[in-house]
C-alpha cells in the first residue's frame, strides 16, 4: 500500500544505505525495520509461536555414523 509519511533527513539516509547495501527497496527495509519496532513492544503478538523442543532417548549416533563427514553421512543416507 502506498503511503505517505514523513522521515527525518539522517533516518532515510541511512535507510537508503542499507537498501543499497542489500540490494533491495527502501520500502522494504522500512517495512522490516517497522516490523521490528512493533513486535519488540512489550506485550505484543509474536509472529512466530516458539515450536517444543523435541528431545528423544538414547545414547547417541548409531555406530558407524560420522558426524565429522558429510560424504560418509550422504552415502549412509543413501543407501537402502
Known sequence: M?????ISDHLLKEAKKISVERRCSLGEVIDEALTVALLARPGSPSRHKPKPFVT???????????????ASLLDLMESP
Open 56 to 70: 528423544f532417548s538414547g545414547t547417541g549416533t548409531l555406530p558407524g555414523v560420522d558426524l565429522n563427514s558429510n
Open 2 to 6: 502506498r503511503t505517505i509519511i514523513s
